[in-house]
T-cell receptor
């Protein structure tokens, strides 16, 4: 069962513009959400997280927004840079439960 | 329904025992991966396989072994040589040359 979905397999953005990556989930018990970034031939690395008590978390150019009523979260990258080109995975977990991952979205930032 | 499955969901073993974690996919994906996740850490790549009968070590392969005798199966053995085996193990698969990966539900291994 796909409890975490990333419906866009790919996204292309111009350098300097905003990248918005979306993620939807079905399990209302999820209370912790993460974004991972993956470069080719490497394992995913942690990027940013948010707990369900917040609706926004910001870290430099990266901001994650959580809309609990819509069961939706998004990752905003502003401004986008060519080095941001990677696959981004959304993940979610409920307390004392294991993490579920989306299939990923490939972001390409064009110079 | 296509997907990737891991079994069991929870696994308990005594220290010193080898244990094998199952990963099966019916997505017809060529590539399969094993990751380990520890609290507060990201995913770390253990082994990956891009084709049947071939696999490569990832970042933390020591104490683990794998086989890829069939396209749909990529079992991971946690050997007694692995010093800290208690962790959450995730299997994933992908189409060859495509970076998006489908993850299984994971197996939580606890070594007592």
């Amino acid at each position: 069962d796909q409890q975490v979905k990333q419906n866009s397999p790919s996204l292309s953005v111009q350098e300097g513009r905003i990248s918005i990556l979306n993620c939807d989930y079905t399990n209302s018990m999820f209370d912790y959400f993460l974004w991972y970034k993956k470069y080719p031939a490497e394992g995913p690395t942690f990027l940013i997280s948010i707990s369900s008590i917040k609706d926004k978390n910001e870290d430099g150019r990266f901001t994650v927004f959580l809309n609990k009523s819509a069961k939706h979260l998004s990752l905003h990258i502003v401004p986008s840079q060519p080095g941001d080109s990677a696959v981004y995975f959304c993940a979610a977990s409920a307390i004392d439960n294991d993490m579920r991952f989306g299939a990923g979205t490939r972001l390409t930032v064009k110079p | 329904d296509g997907g990737i499955t891991q079994s069991p969901k929870y696994l308990f073993r005594k220290e010193g025992q080898n244990v094998t974690l199952s990963c099966e996919q019916n997505l017809n994906h060529d590539a399969m991966y094993w990751y380990r996740q520890d609290p507060g850490q990201g995913l770390r790549l253990i082994y990956y396989s891009q084709i049947v009968n071939d696999f490569q070590k990832g970042d933390i392969a020591e104490g683990y072994s794998v086989s890829r005798e069939k396209k749909e199966s990529f079992p991971l053995t946690v050997t007694s040589a692995q010093k800290n085996p208690t962790a959450f193990y995730l299997c994933a698969s992908s189409i060859q040359g495509v970076d998006t990966q489908y993850f299984g539900p994971g197996t939580r291994l606890t070594v007592l």
